[in-house]
């Protein structure tokens, strides 16, 4: 039996294990990414490990989250980033050049090769051909030092594509459709592999926009073949001798496997407040619309804004409305400028914003009380945008520019005929954005402001965990539920003591002051806890206020990995109805608790104040349990583990 794409690039990566799904397996890293927010503290734990140079074959720190310079913050953070890339061998994309993805998906993507990134939306990438995964700052930080990323091999599902998209169908109707059959938690331990004849008609930006919200169905990756459009894509970014043709054997192995025909999609959209919440834009009557936001990783290229630049042209926003626009680069930027698209977008009264992640990462353009905002982008989490009560609804650039003009939600096919773009078949590179690591290190000094606080390393689990739960919750718990995003946080990613104080601040303003009094405890959840992004503060800012255990009845995979590396032990129900059984304030013990890992025997945990037993579940590898048993995987790195 033959191989499938995911398995081809595994296996010519892999340094431990064997292609067998759910086996423990190490892939070697050939490509990493950091951005700003979670990049801080990767590089303080790549100093900790005692790094003098990177040791992949290219790392690039991207400055494009914290943009907003409101106090020193940020631009002291940005200045570390460039002096400590520079010192430790790693190109620095300084901020205006663009969106992360978008900048790696341009520049430096390739097929075949691994990227391991600081940010859940790495996997953008695999629009190119490249196994691109989202992963823990430290788990970057490992990998930059030349240490392996460590998984279970996951299943690989088939979505065979058929067809063509019609007018005004697009690629982000692709995933919301995926997103519609799988849900937010139908990737987790899977690879979303695409093939079939539909793959030859989508462009390299298409695929990325479909690969990109891979991440929201919490897929390891998602990746396509490498064709002759993967080709003219690398050859007019002037790269074409890192094309490769790769795909699928004819008698590939897929352990499940989606058709999706085309032809017969429809205009989809995400209604509030989940990526899965999937319904065709016509069902939707009557929604009144105060914002509209265009941009993001998910939809920001030169096709997403010269196709909105023409459906605006000639025409006006709706005076109820305010929309922004977010080209996704520099490169971007500067096309639609020289061909006129700009203008078109000016004129129409929507607002220009700096090419950056922006309004997706809560940075400004936060709607008003109640308000209902559509966006391009993939995530409508909840208070993600910076307004708790925000109505956020997911759509392709096509249907928020129909909203835009007509101020409520609005089948785009209503516009009249789809324009006929002029893309370009000739790019001028210019790459003055991204610096290039000192050619002499030793003499660059390493630049810390004071908002850079010392690293925090956990203790050493003790023989047995004995404490409060200091709070419950249910099912579906974001990252930004966990540790929010937004303007006023976002700039304290280098200083845990302070990002700390914002745990669960919106969830319950308590938490905080609680898990001090109590001297740290245990966290209680429903399914797919810690989906979404891959902020490792959501595990390294629980771990400072002394979280030592977090029970829950299934994990999403970033958080999961992430809580391991912080020396915080992931637990899960054995029977999920014991979840009912446990309430806020419950004492806990898990006597013995670090030996019976070790020994792989199964727990129980004694529930003091009821008087009864529960048993728990661990999927930890011995790595893990050894990274757990030792207070994370900073602490097991440095003692000489691997």
Not at 241 to 259: M, N, Q, T
Not at 354 to 366: K, L, N, T, V
Not at 442 to 466: C, F, Q, W, Y
Request: glycine share 10%; aromatic share 6%; hydrophobic share 40%.
């Amino acid at each position: 039996m033959g191989r499938n794409l995911a398995e081809k690039i595994i296996a010519s990566h892999l340094v431990e294990g064997t292609l067998e799904q759910g086996e423990d397996i190490a892939i070697r890293i050939d490509q990493t990414l950091t951005q700003d927010a979670t990049g801080t503290m990767s590089y303080l734990q790549f100093e900790a490990l005692g790094m003098q140079k990177v040791k992949t074959e290219i790392s690039v720190s991207y400055v494009d989250h914290n943009m907003l310079q409101s106090g020193f913050e940020n631009a002291d953070d940005h200045k570390f980033l460039q002096t400590v890339a520079s010192k430790y061998g790693i190109f620095f994309s300084r901020p205006g050049n663009g969106i992360c993805h978008q900048v790696h998906l341009e520049r430096f993507g390739e097929p075949g090769k691994t990227l391991l990134g600081s940010d859940s939306h790495t996997p953008t990438n695999g629009g190119v051909g490249m196994l691109a995964i989202g992963a823990g700052g430290l788990d970057v930080a490992v990998a930059m030092g030349g240490g392996a990323f460590h998984l279970k091999m996951p299943e690989v599902v088939k979505v065979h594509l058929t067809g063509k998209l019609k007018p005004f169908v697009t690629a982000k109707d692709v995933i919301l459709e995926v997103l519609r059959v799988l849900t937010v938690k139908g990737g987790v331990g899977r690879i979303i592999e695409y093939g079939g004849p539909g793959v030859k008609s989508l462009t390299v930006p298409q695929r990325a926009t479909i690969t990109n919200m891979g991440a929201e169905l919490g897929a390891t990756t998602s990746i396509f073949p490498s064709d002759e459009m993967t080709k003219e894509f690398l050859k007019l970014q002037k790269r074409v001798k890192g094309w490769v043709p790769l795909e699928a054997d004819p008698d590939a192995h897929y352990d499940k496997v989606i058709k999706i025909d085309l032809d017969k999609l429809e205009p989809l959209l995400a209604k509030p407040h989940s990526p899965d919440n999937v319904a065709k834009v016509k069902s939707i009557k009557k929604v009144k619309v105060d914002q509209v936001c265009i941009g993001s990783c998910t939809n920001s290229s030169i096709s997403d804004l010269m196709v909105t630049a023409a459906l605006l042209k000639g025409k006006k926003v709706h005076p109820d409305v305010s929309c922004t626009i977010t080209p996704g680069s520099k490169q971007v930027f500067e096309v639609i400028a020289a061909n006129g698209a700009l203008t078109d977008i000016i004129a129409s009264g929507a607002r220009i914003i700096e090419s950056a992640c922006g309004p997706c990462i809560g940075m400004g353009q936060a709607p008003g009380s109640g308000q209902v905002s559509v966006r391009s982008f993939n995530r409508n989490f909840p208070g993600r945008s910076g307004t708790k009560d925000a109505q956020v609804y997911l759509a392709s650039p096509e249907t928020c520019v129909a909203a835009a003009l007509t101020g409520f939600i609005t089948d785009p096919r209503e516009l009249g005929k789809y324009p006929k773009l002029k893309l370009p078949t000739v790019l001028k590179i210019d790459d003055s954005g991204i610096v290039p690591p000192s050619k002499a290190p030793g003499k660059v000094k390493v630049e810390r402001g004071p908002n850079i606080a010392p690293l925090p390393i956990n203790d050493a689990m003790p023989s047995t965990l004995e404490g409060e739960v200091l709070l419950k919750v249910g099912d579906n718990i974001t990252t930004d539920h966990i540790m929010p995003a937004g303007a006023k946080i976002l700039p304290l990613r280098s200083n845990i003591p302070k990002i700390a104080e914002y745990v669960y601040t919106y969830v319950d303003p308590q938490f905080v002051a609680r898990a001090k009094e109590k001297g740290g405890g245990f966290i209680i959840g429903g399914e797919n806890y810690g989906q979404g992004s891959s902020r490792e503060h959501a595990a390294l800012a629980p771990m400072y206020l002394k979280i030592k255990m977090v029970l829950v009845k299934s994990f999403a995979r970033i958080h999961l990995a992430n809580l391991i590396n912080f020396g915080i032990l992931p637990l899960t129900f054995a029977e999920p109805s014991d979840y009912d059984k446990i309430e806020q304030g419950d004492r806990l013990q898990l006597p013995m608790v670090s030996d019976i890992l070790s020994t792989g025997a199964d727990l129980m945990i004694k529930n003091l104040t009821r008087g009864i037993d529960i048993p728990v579940t661990y999927s930890l590898t011995p790595r893990q349990v050894a990274i757990v048993r030792v207070g994370g995987l900073l602490n097991y790195t440095r003692g000489g583990g691997k």
